[in-house]
T-cell receptor
């Protein structure tokens, strides 16, 4: 079955702390991997994506994620978080080379304490 | 360029009533997707249009849900009759078709419609 598992549902950190959000997926075939973010009151937007090439991808606002194929993982990292990173983060997957539906994880609510 | 828009932003209806949600995709985007997030759960796929045709409707929960995309532009999602478990946020997304040299096609999401069924 196709699924995405996010390790943490709710994370609270202080500003300047390092962040790592875990994500594992189960999907037959070649995949695209995504992290989406939804800031309070805003649209769901793409934070970063992996579809081929360097497994370490960099996104907006200093975020990065590493695709480890052997572990079916795509963890999100940021070395030093800011209060403005408070949001909900979704790991997601879909099929490569197809206009396919996206499978989302349940989301992680991140609260950054000022 | 205008993004994906959805109307209404909120809707509160009583069980048994009918509600119609609308999505306007980004101009020129052939692909249009509907997703839903029920409280506390993941965002789940409902269906996918390519232009006016239903490409995949495997996520539609039951026959109380009817989606249309006449003319391949905007889409509507009707729930009739609405039940309590239909409450949630309904997202629409659109994307261009895959090009010859592209293996990835970003889906752009709208703000969602929050549906509350009482």
């Amino acid at each position: 079955a196709q699924s995405v598992s996010q390790h943490n549902h709710h994370v609270i950190l202080s500003e300047a702390a390092s962040l790592e959000l875990g994500c594992n997926y189960s999907y037959g075939g070649t995949v695209n991997l995504f992290w989406y973010v939804q800031y309070p009151g805003q649209h769901l937007q793409l934070l970063l994506k992996y579809f081929s090439g360097d497994p370490l991808v960099k996104g907006i606002k200093g975020f990065e994620a590493e695709f480890i194929k052997s572990k079916f993982s795509f963890n999100l990292r940021k070395p030093s978080v800011q209060w403005s990173d408070t949001a909900e983060y979704f790991c997601a997957v879909n099929a490569r080379n197809r206009d396919d539906k996206i499978i989302f994880g349940k989301g992680t609510r991140l609260h950054i304490l000022p | 360029e205008a993004g994906v828009t959805q109307f209404p932003s909120h809707s509160v209806i009583e069980k048994g009533q009918t509600v119609t949600l609308r999505c306007d995709p980004i101009s020129g985007h052939d692909n249009l997707y509907w997703y839903r997030r029920v409280m506390g759960k993941e965002i789940k796929f409902l269906l996918h249009f390519v232009k006016e045709s239903k490409q995949d409707e495997s996520g539609m929960p039951n026959n109380r849900f009817l989606a249309e995309r006449t003319g391949g532009t905007y889409s509507t999602l009707k729930v009739q009759p609405a039940e309590l478990e239909d409450s949630g946020v309904y997202f629409c997304a659109s994307s261009q078709g895959l090009g010859v040299q592209s293996s990835y096609n970003e889906q752009f999401f709208g703000p969602g419609t929050r549906l509350t069924v009482l």
